[in-house]
């Protein structure tokens, strides 16, 4: 299958070269030139699967002519060694944990598949010169990624992480490593990590000396695996004779993780309606009500995963629906919450059910709470990452101590490693030079 680009300046690109250039010449994003449609009876047969099984299912059917069955099969195995059970909380609203992975966050998912995948092409293709792959992280991608693509050859990481913006615990796991992984603190916001990884890619003559790819969703290794766990969720409510009309709710930052959904639900997967719940950043809710796009600098909340201005997944959700404002507000409703309201339902929550929510969940939960559920409807939120990762935020707004899952543990026993650097582009550009 072939990938465009968004911007449609660029021809059309092979997998291998969609996911070892991320970004396409004209800027665009790539996107999979026909998304690939699974039968209702498949889709009622996976109910009786598990998680890996599935998962090939769905990668089989947009990767399966571009890899072979057996490496794509060890891929996906590799990826998803870990659980994301559907839990329930209370009444008709459950949560999908995505949070059971190495770095407790559900980006595990996309960063392993990322990193197997991109190994796999550059062996295959037997690329001499190495691959630097370039992540901007609000936190939790920086970990993911770092965790990923630990030790795999041929690879080398940058990790650009806003300084001071982002939980101790999350800066452990990603400066903590060493091997093939570099953290880079950079004195600005994440919008900036952003805006220098992008020019990054946009440098021409940059190109020429050197290997370049992205690891944010703007990857389609990334983003493609994500719509695994959507269809994993669905079975184990089929299971549970939940499963009749789905109203699946995500906490929405960059829209990588929306976006992977949309696709599942374009490939068949029977849900009624999406809900982007944001933070106090809701460009995509503005554009929701007025259907206009207006990005704006990010501003620090405490569900900071989620501090994003001009998500870069945009692009790809205007074009899944021809730039239709009317057909993407009819899809998704969108809500928004400013850092008390996300502290008020994480109290609320836990106090009545008993249910320690993340920030970033919180923002899920309570937006399907404010989207008021039919009572013949489920509610699904998606829980996008362990409370003890934001230890310092969960335990003031709860009166807790939160255990720290001894996976975190480990990377609190490290030395942070990171270099500080300046937002100015030319300064990054002069550390790839020296550096990669
Ligand atoms: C990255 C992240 C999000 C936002 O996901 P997007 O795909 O960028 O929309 C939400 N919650 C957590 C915990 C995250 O790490």
Sequence with gaps: MKYYSTNRQSPPATLEDAVIRSLAADSGLYMPERIPVLGSDIIRSLKDRPFHETASIVAESFFGDDIDAGA??????????????????????????????PTLAFKDVGARFMARLLGYFIRRKGIGQTVNVLVATSGDTGSAVASGFLGIEGIRVFVLYPGGKVSPIQEYQFTTLGQNITALEIDGTFD?????????????ELNSRMRLTSANSIN???????????????????????????????????????????????????????????????????????????????????????????????????????????AIARSIAGYRYDDGEIARTMRLV??????????????????????????????????????????????????????????????????????????????FRDFLV???
């Design 434 to 436: 020296e550096n990669a």
């Design 192 to 204: 900036d990590c952003q805006t220098l990884v992008k020019a990054a890619f946009a440098d021409r």
């Design 220 to 326: 389609v290794a990334r983003l493609i695996p994500q719509s695994f766990y959507y269809f994993d969720a669905y079975a184990q409510l089929d299971r549970a004779g939940k499963a009749g009309e789905l109203i699946v709710c995500v906490p929405s930052g960059n829209f990588g993780n929306l976006s992977a959904g949309l696709f599942a639900a374009q490939m068949g997967l029977p849900v009624k309606r999406f809900i982007a719940a944001n933070n106090r950043n809701d460009v995509f809710l503005t554009y929701l009500k007025t259907g206009k796009y207006e990005p704006r600098p990010s501003v620090a909340t405490i569900a900071n995963a989620m501090d994003v201005g001009n998500p870069s997944n945009f692009a790809r959700i205007l074009d899944m629906f021809g730039h239709d404002h009317g």
């Design 72 to 101: 794509l099969a060890a891929i996906v195995g590799d990826t998803l060694s870990f659980d994301t059970p559907v839990v329930h909380v209370h009444d008709s609203v459950y949560s999908l944990e995505l949070f059971h992975g």
């Design 350 to 427: 836990f106090r009545n059910f008993n249910y320690l929510l993340d920030p970033h969940g919180a923002c899920g939960y309570r937006a399907l709470a404010d989207f008021g559920l039919q009572p013949h409807q489920t509610g699904l939120f998606l829980e996008t990452a362990h409370p003890a990762k934001f230890k310092e935020t969960a335990d003031r707004i709860l009166n807790v101590n939160i255990d720290i899952p001894d996976k975190l543990q480990a990377f609190m026993k490290g030395k942070k490693q990171s270099i500080p650097l300046s937002s100015d582009f030319g300064k």
